[in-house]
């Protein structure tokens, strides 16, 4: 019995990929476009999209949160699975990655589905719960600045359903987190969120070795 997750080597992913990718058509077009930017990779993969996406289906969910929205490709994948009334708050503060983000979502007819915010998320996560929202959503995706990741964490909680699920990405930080000479604030939030998920008696967890690690807690009921 393997004791933990198979390594992937190049050929293993294309076989994955190969043998359970079903990217929509405009999503390819929007990776294939994000790759030539300077920050492309900030971008997450489309097995991770494909993902989120049965990860949303799964829930039921209906209102999604994305901290982190980039050029849109994840966005884009959650809310191609939301049912029709479904709808997706996304947090950027960078208007030319998200203006890429608005075209294809425009593109593929979602646009009106999708509320962007462009703010310092905490803000924006601090309005939803003024504005009453703790408590209302079903999904929260959390892949920005990682030195804010705790400050997003504790509001995303706050604003979950009981059963509402969020996804943290890079958690693993390309191997960063073992690292001991990586002591920068970046690896250190991350660290430090990893081990404080592993026993919040609030969720339950799991931490995937899927792209750069994806950590996931599930709100309890009580
Ligand atoms: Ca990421």
């Not at 309005?127 to 892949?143: H, K």
């Amino acid at each position: 019995m393997a004791r933990r997750s198979i390594g992937l080597s190049d050929a293993l992913y294309d076989y994955l990929l190969a043998n359970s990718l079903r990217e929509p058509e405009i999503l390819r077009r929007l990776r294939e476009e994000t790759a030539g930017l300077p920050a492309a990779g900030m971008q997450i993969s489309p097995d991770q999209g494909q993902f989120m996406a049965l990860l949303a289906r799964l829930m039921g969910a209906r209102r999604c949160i994305e901290v982190g929205t980039f050029t849109g490709y994840s966005a884009l994948a959650v809310v191609l699975a939301l049912p029709p009334d479904g709808r997706l708050i996304a947090c950027d503060v960078n208007e030319k990655t998200t203006a890429v983000a608005r075209r294809y979502w425009q593109e593929a007819g979602v646009a009106e589905r999708i509320d962007l915010r462009l703010a310092p998320a905490v803000e924006t996560l601090d309005a939803l719960i003024a504005a009453g929202g703790a408590g209302t959503y079903d999904f929260v995706f959390i892949d920005a600045d990682k030195s804010n990741y705790d400050s997003y964490y504790e509001r995303a909680l706050e604003l979950l359903r009981p059963g509402g699920l969020i996804a943290v990405d890079n958690v693993l930080w390309g191997g960063s987190v073992i690292d001991s000479t990586a002591n920068d604030s970046d690896t250190e939030a991350i660290r430090a969120l990893n081990a404080k998920i592993s026993v919040d008696q609030r969720v339950n967890c799991s931490l995937l070795p899927l792209g750069d690690g994806i950590m996931l807690a599930h709100k309890q009921n009580s």
